[in-house]
């Protein structure tokens, strides 16, 4: 694992972009994998100017990695946040963007794999230790793309509230995101200080699922000062 600290938001925000452009530059169809959130709303500000209305970036795919799907809607929320944060202000067309569903998310990694994989995914690091859907003591670490009732969730966490539009989450598991090829997560805020220096501290373990994804190969993490703040010094030196 690499570990950035950066100054501030904005300087986070601006490595994390920069990974991605350099990844889009390539000659060739690239996939990406992006997250919704508070996280990158200042990362993908800056990078739209770059991407709108480029021919260069024709072939650039996208895939969402998790989504509670609306049993009466064709579209969930995480495609409804991306589509305001992202691929519409950046004038992403719709057929780039590939979704998981109650129809296709037993194959979607499998359909992954057929396309190439995934060249670099941008996941940002929960409240509570999670990751894309993926979420304390209920987390299967040798999944794949998986689906979880709320129900199930709710029975490990309280705060996670009976959403009967929404029966399940349906996510990439963390042996889906051992598959991509670099992994970069952005943390910011101090709200995001305890939980970060638990998932930088303590050893794999359910509470804090997000641990597991120490053990990817290419992994970079990327974060602001205020979210290191209750990081020591020599410890993540030594990172």
């Known amino acids: ?10 300087k986070m925000s601006e490595s994390a972009m920069f990974i991605l452009l350099g990844a889009m530059m390539q000659d060739k169809r690239v996939n990406i994998s992006l997250t919704s959130g508070r996280s990158p709303q200042m990362m993908y500000d800056m990078m739209i100017p770059y991407v709108k209305n480029q021919d260069k970036f024709k072939d650039i795919e996208y895939y969402l990695f998790d989504e509670n799907p609306y049993i009466d809607e064709e579209h969930g929320p995480n495609w409804n946040d991306m589509q305001e944060l992202f691929f519409k202000p950046a004038h992403i067309d719709d057929n780039r963007i590939h979704i998981m569903n109650n129809d296709n998310w037993d194959q979607y990694d499998n359909k992954i794999r057929q396309a190439g994989g995934i060249d670099v995914m941008v996941i940002g690091l929960g409240w509570d230790g999670h990751f894309c859907g993926n979420c304390p003591r209920c987390t299967p670490f040798d999944s794949y793309t998986y689906k979880i009732p709320f129900s199930k969730k709710q029975e490990v966490n309280s705060t996670y509230k009976d959403r009967p539009r929404q029966p399940h989450t349906l996510t ?21 200080a305890e939980i970060f220096k638990r998932f930088i501290n303590e050893p794999i373990n359910q ?28 410890q993540y030196d030594r990172l």
């Open 1 to 10: 694992m690499k570990l950035i600290i950066e100054e501030n938001e904005k």
């Open 172 to 192: 990439m598991g963390a042996k889906s995101l051992m598959r991509v090829k670099h992994l970069v997560m952005i943390v910011n805020g101090k709200e995001k």
């Open 207 to 234: 509470d804090v699922p997000a641990t597991i994804l120490k053990m990817h190969p290419n992994f970079t993490v990327i974060c602001d000062k205020e979210a290191a703040s209750l990081l020591d010094t020599i």
